[in-house]
């Protein structure tokens, strides 16, 4: 069977989701391993250290369904990983600038 390697970019198109998406769900992944939904996300190969992400084509329907199954909204599940990189409140009451 001919094994099919598609990038984030790819992938992000395929299941329609952007790639910031698509890296917050393996920051979740990454963070909590014993997570339910983390372990509905398909293992991705690397070339090597620090370079692009591959993920075969038969792992597209993990993701579908990852997708699906997630609860939606700013406090869901994800809430967690993806407030950790917008705005926060200074001590003082100011806000940080966003860190890109």
Do not use: H
């Amino acid at each position: 069977m001919n094994n099919e390697y598609l990038t984030s970019t790819q992938v992000a198109v395929l299941i329609g989701v952007s790639e910031a998406t698509l890296n917050f769900w393996y920051r979740f992944k990454r963070s909590y391993p014993d997570n339910e939904y983390a372990k509905l996300l398909p293992e991705f190969t690397r070339s090597a250290e620090r370079q692009k992400r591959f993920w075969n084509r038969q792992d597209m329907y993990k993701l579908v369904e990852f997708k699906n199954a997630i609860p939606k909204g700013r406090n869901g599940i994800m809430g967690t990983v993806t407030q950790r990189y917008v705005r926060k409140e200074k001590k003082n009451g100011q806000k940080e600038p966003d860190k890109c």
